[in-house]
């Protein structure tokens, strides 16, 4: 079974969860340009998720490139785990709206609890694919291959870090989230290191 | 008539219509943690129905494997079909509102019939392909066309029977419909022994 | 310049705006059953304009066949073009929404005059194209190309007459839309005889 | 790294941002017909961002085809620069809904800034592939190349100046942002002079 129908419904699934996030920007009120201003957690919860699913499809290319073939268990795998990027949108909408009030707690566990998931579900997506090749291209370079794995290891926890923070600061959470998804931009190149 | 935009979009219907289950999922209230505890049938109306949307791509996957042509009556077949498949969100935000009050019977019922819909709809696409060959690749597979024939068969009579349960017991109808979707995942093997 | 990119962005849109008119299928009131019996025209509404939407990709797709490559020119009516597409779902919401009062007439007019212009503009991009065989494959099918050209000039007529009748009684011009769309499907067979 | 699924991920989140738009084209009253007409400013929004959305996407395709490989750096730019693309149609919606009132002035400077962040992000995409041709493919058109560079270049002042303009005069702002989509449509031959 080739891969291009999966990449062309991921790549799918992928691109609407994060163009959905907009649906979710609102600023409404009698002075508009105030309004504007006051709603600058959404504009952040935009950016943050519409990044964090771009780093995912980023990686999902990235791993795709190294796998050959699919199987049904990794169809479902990956359809498991596409349920999981088009949650986004959910948490992301409660930490917006939430920011200001006694929800933010929740809702940062909410956001935490769904990105820890879906860096869990990545981890297994990939651990099937790779474990004694069994997807692998013929060619895999095994140094990206043992470096993809050295390096989503690190996601689950880092993420589960930054959840059990927003039990004692919603504020610092938050920043967690967003730092987390701006060091995955810059040290995007720990397992790919030149290829330009 | 190659089969390659045909996959295209229906890739993408697939695609969308699992990603839009999201934005019928919500929780509100003054105490927003204990409103997302209390939100929980949403979560698992959103997972079922991503799932069996997820099972309907995995399928019509293994389907278009094995087809190698498309004629215009094969098209519009495939139109009738999504049109089913995108009318999806609707019954599942309906279980997920009415889980708790009197409308169950009726959300679940108009569940069931989308879902009974959609699989002999996907009767009549994979059959009026199949039949005679009309459709299929030169190099079909004979046992995985037989597979796929006797496999489909079984969809619209488990709906069905699951459907009907429903004016006895909506929450029984619930869980059958949970449990078809997750004996999809699971059994999935059956017409597809070993591919890996 | 080739057509491969021009498909998968109409495909996208194609497949996004009949997905979306799901979003405006609504049932609700204290009896979930009654009301979801009353809501027929929204069902009515939805399969028309799937189908219909369904039908316009069908010929988009018989249309790119033909095609061999395109300019800016035919990009940018493309993009035109889509953007009526993209339109359906706001007049099919109306239909739906005012079947039964006093806004039948408006927005039934809106309806035909989208179709109409959506019709038009599939001339225009139809024969911007074929017109001196200007982007025609070298090897195009001379009595398909003519097939083509009589087909679809017949469409602006059919909608400007359904649309006109919306004037004198909505419920003869909505049963002529419906009328439409499936003697689309039907003699679907007028330009492309034998195909399979 | 080859560019196929950076196509397909961008195109589809091009084509989901733009029919995303008619989501808030909106009209009610008791006079439909009525409302119908009123509503001219929420067409205008669709019609002028779908239009603008449209050749966004014509140019990346026009980008793309002088590019031959990404790497992660030109990956996440174009994940930055889509954000922007499907943050479009929240300022959209401002632009149509606050036409009339006093909030058309923050409106208007919210949809210019957008526009002009969309088009210096577009100008990075595009140095960071050309500069020393570190992305270009072996054949790329040097006068190709420099006719993009200097049209792209002219983009975010004109935005800027229209945005500006937005503090004196709204409605003239409005007007101006109509006038460059239209004429980059029109003019849209002056870096590919001749290609049917």
Not at 96 to 106: I, K, L, P, V, Y
Not at 129 to 140: H, M, N, T
């Given at each position: 079974?080739?891969?291009?129908?999966?990449?062309?419904?991921?790549?799918?699934?992928?691109?609407?969860?994060?163009?959905?996030?907009?649906?979710?920007?609102?600023?409404?009120?009698?002075?508009?340009?105030?309004?504007?201003?006051?709603?600058?957690?959404?504009?952040a919860a935009?950016g943050v998720s519409?990044l964090t699913?771009?780093i995912?499809?980023?990686?999902?290319?990235?791993?795709?490139?190294?796998?050959?073939?699919?199987?049904?268990?990794?169809?479902?795998?990956?359809?498991?785990?596409?349920?999981?990027?088009?949650?986004v949108?959910?948490p992301t909408?409660?930490v917006?709206?939430?920011?200001?009030?006694?929800?933010?707690?929740?809702a940062d566990l909410s956001y935490g609890i769904t990105m820890t998931?879906t860096a869990?579900?990545?981890?297994?997506?990939?651990?099937?694919?790779?474990?004694?090749?069994?997807?692998?291209?013929?060619?895999?370079?095994?140094?990206?291959?043992?470096?993809?794995?050295?390096?989503?290891?690190?996601?689950?926890?880092m993420y589960l870090a930054a959840t059990?923070v927003a039990?004692?600061?919603p504020r610092i959470s938050v920043a967690l989230f967003t730092i987390i998804a701006l060091s995955y931009?810059?040290?995007?190149?720990?397992?790919?290191?030149?290829?330009?």
């Open positions: 079974m080739s891969t291009s129908r999966l990449e062309a419904f991921s790549d799918g699934v992928f691109a609407i969860a994060a163009t959905l996030l907009i649906l979710d920007v609102h600023a409404d009120g009698p002075r508009l340009g105030h309004a504007l201003l006051l709603a600058w957690p959404s504009y935009y519409f699913i771009g995912m499809w980023v990686n999902h290319h990235t791993v795709l490139e190294q796998i050959g073939r699919a199987d049904r268990t990794f169809l479902f795998l990956n359809v498991f785990f596409l349920m999981l990027v088009a949650f949108p959910f909408r409660l917006a709206e939430h920011f200001r009030d006694g929800g933010a707690r929740a998931s869990v579900f990545y981890n297994a997506l990939w651990l099937y694919a790779a474990r004694g090749g069994r997807l692998l291209r013929e060619d895999a370079d095994a140094s990206v291959v043992s470096g993809i794995t050295r390096s989503y290891r690190v996601g689950p926890l059990l039990l004692a600061s931009v810059m040290e995007s190149s720990v397992f790919a290191p030149r290829e330009s």
